[in-house]
């Protein structure tokens, strides 16, 4: 698809939760590119200004930002006030990450809870609310940024690995649903990626962790808006259909390893 067939279909708004680094930059980078206008949401007001204040000199687009806590019950209705009037075509959910990695137990219910407002509750009413009037244009689409976690209970990650499996099956009946609309839904599941954010969890992306670029996260995903349900993103495609075939018992001792690697 040209990118004005892409903006025609999409644009001329998007909103991008989790729009001030790393696939989120890049997806701003990208969709600003084609002339798109732009919610950028965050929560750390510096970074997400400078990403945006970056994008207008680009490109000369309109960039909005609104520094926010996705786990906040009114998250929702506070996006969509900043986006009122705009036509909106496009979401892309891409915030969701895990900030650290520790046993169900060991963790307060609270940062439980909240993992359950970013990755489940915020992402659904959004795309409640946005479908009504995508689908009366009959066109618009919704990207939700998952993880291979969210193929088999992760130990160390269990609430970020069950709520981006409630985003993996949301999005297929997204898919199948809404696509009756006019609307495209893609869940992107994500390999390892050098973000800021896993850089901030003690990664070290040199030698033998690389972890996938940005950059070509974020082309790959916009490329693949109509091949939805699922994208196992990154060349990510094997591993994903292992992980899934397998018994699920070794599915979650596979998970183990993965989480033990990132922690050393
Ligand atoms: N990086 C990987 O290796 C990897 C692997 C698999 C899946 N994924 C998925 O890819 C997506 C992006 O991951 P990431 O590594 O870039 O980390 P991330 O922590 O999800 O950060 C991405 C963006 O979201 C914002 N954000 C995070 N939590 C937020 C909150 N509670 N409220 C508002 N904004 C929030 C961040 O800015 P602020 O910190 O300023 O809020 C940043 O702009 C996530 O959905 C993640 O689950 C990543």
């Not at 969709?31 to 207008?56: D, H, M, N, S, Y």
């Not at 009114?74 to 891409?94: K, P």
């Not at 795309?127 to 618009?140: Q, S, W």
Request: with cysteine; hydrophobic share 45%; aromatic share 8%.
């Amino acid at each position: 698809m040209s990118d004005t067939e892409f903006f025609k279909i999409y644009g001329p708004w998007a909103i991008i939760a989790g729009g001030s680094e790393g696939v989120g930059s890049a997806f701003a980078d990208r969709l600003a590119k084609q002339g798109f206008k732009l919610l950028l949401i965050a929560r750390k007001p510096g970074p997400l200004e400078e990403t945006a204040v970056e994008i207008r000199r680009k490109y000369a687009t309109e960039v909005r930002t609104l520094a926010l806590d996705l786990t906040a019950p009114d998250a929702a209705v506070r996006i969509l006030a900043a986006v009122a009037g705009c036509e909106t075509g496009l979401l892309i959910y891409n915030a969701g990450a895990d900030s650290s990695f520790k046993y169900f137990l060991d963790r307060p219910l609270d940062e439980s809870e909240r993992m359950v407002m970013l990755n489940v509750m915020t992402p659904m009413r959004l795309v409640r609310h946005l479908a009504v009037a995508m689908g009366e244009r009959r066109r618009g689409g919704f990207i939700l940024c998952s993880s291979l976690a969210g193929l088999a209970g992760t130990p160390g990650n269990g609430i970020y690995s069950a709520a981006k499996a409630f985003i993996d099956t949301f999005a297929e009946m997204a898919w199948f649903e809404l696509g009756q609309r006019g609307i495209d839904v893609l869940c992107a599941l994500f390999p390892l990626v050098r973000t800021p954010a896993m850089e901030r969890l003690g990664l070290k992306f040199d030698g033998e962790i690389k972890g996938a670029d940005p950059g070509d996260i974020a082309d790959e995903v916009l490329a693949s808006i109509k091949k939805g349900p699922v994208l196992h993103a990154g060349g990510s495609t094997e591993r994903g259909m292992r992980l899934r075939g397998m018994p699920r018992d070794k599915a979650v001792r596979t998970m183990v390893g993965v989480t033990d690697s990132v922690q050393e």
